[in-house]
């Protein structure tokens, strides 16, 4: 499975490149929102890839950062939704902006997006909101609301940046933001500290 190609750019339309690695020329879907200051024909590019194997053919889809990569393969979990759409919405959306509309249940910021109608966007909302209150559900044994006792295997913080990392974040992108938000004193429970952390990732994006 390819999970990381660099090379040089032999080809280029929205949404699709042709990639030259040592010879070997790999076609792969990109976001339509890439542009010049990202992609260059004929220079030297590094994608993130996803490879989605079907009945019928291999395609490949490439991504500048890990955390585009890990949004689009987190989408790829929700019901109904297939890579083409969910590379339009990682075209459309910065990780941070999906999460936030997630955690707030704002479903027009998705179905602003072409091809996303308020049925998919309510079922992207209510599947990733699941997976992330799966991810900051208390620690077995831990009273809800209640902060585990030191040396107890997970705390608010870690309950957070777990949740972050299901939205697909990286951990360490996650652990940075949700570390500020408490040095910062702007929460202390879990779900304070994804949306402060949120904030300041949408802040840096």
């Not at 990780?95 to 079922?123: D, F, N, Q, S």
Request: glycine share 12%; net charge negative.
């Amino acid at each position: 499975m390819i999970r990381f190609l660099r090379g040089v750019v032999l080809e280029w339309s929205p949404g699709a490149l042709i990639l030259d690695v040592q010879g070997v020329g790999y076609q792969l879907f990109i976001p339509d929102g890439y542009d010049g200051s990202i992609v260059k024909l004929g220079g030297e590019l590094s994608l993130f890839v996803h490879t989605h194997v079907r009945e019928d053919a291999i395609q490949l889809y490439g991504f500048a950062s890990r955390e585009e990569l890990s949004m689009f393969e987190t989408l790829l979990g929700v019901s109904g939704v297939g890579p083409r759409l969910a590379l339009a919405i990682v075209a459309h959306l910065r990780p941070e902006a999906l999460a936030r509309a997630v955690m707030e249940g704002e479903e027009r910021a998705l179905t602003k997006i072409p091809g996303v109608g308020k049925k998919t966007a309510a079922r992207i909302v209510l599947e990733l909101k699941d997976k992330v209150k799966e991810m900051a559900a208390p620690s077995a044994g831990t009273a809800a609301g209640e902060r585990p006792a030191a040396g107890s295997p997970a705390s608010p913080v870690d309950d957070a940046v777990a949740a972050l990392v299901a939205l697909g974040f990286s951990e360490g992108v996650a652990s940075d933001a949700v570390r500020q938000a408490v040095g910062a004193a702007e929460a202390e429970d879990v779900e304070g500290l994804i949306k402060a952390a949120l904030r300041r990732l949408d802040r840096v994006g």
